[in-house]
């Protein structure tokens, strides 16, 4: 059974930094394409970062380029998403995801962060 548990988040003044984990169960991070959106209740979700599979290409939505960082750790199949000069926009829940196959992804419970100004 694939499952993903994103832990990490919490409340950090702007400007502030946090590193969001995401540990993986039923599968390797190493033979997906993975990454992180983000969700505000309410409004659309957010595609944040990712890494391709298998090239291991990262990609970032323009709205954190240069603030956030994705990274793996394969010995500990976790996905980090680390986030550097944290802005009140930034408040969110945070998800991880794999994809399974072209198109289709699976996430698990998210993690709230929050920015305040």
């Known amino acids: 059974e694939v499952q993903l548990q994103a832990s990490g988040g919490g409340f950090v003044q702007a400007g502030g930094s946090l590193r969001l984990s995401c540990a993986a169960t039923?599968?390797?991070?190493?033979?997906?394409?993975i990454g992180w959106f983000r969700q505000v209740p309410g409004k659309e979700r957010e595609g944040v970062s990712s890494?391709?599979?298998?090239?291991?290409?990262?990609n970032y939505a323009d709205s954190v380029k240069g603030r956030f960082t994705i990274s793996r750790d394969s010995a500990k199949n976790t996905v980090y998403l680390r986030m550097d000069n944290l802005k009140p926009e930034d408040t969110a829940v945070y998800y991880c995801?794999?994809?399974?196959?072209?198109?289709?992804?699976?996430w698990g419970q998210g993690t709230l962060v929050t920015v305040s100004s």
């Open positions: 890494i391709s599979h298998p090239y291991g290409r990262t």
């Open positions: 995801w794999m994809e399974w196959a072209y198109g289709k992804r699976s």
């Open positions: 039923g599968f390797y991070f190493d033979d997906y394409t």
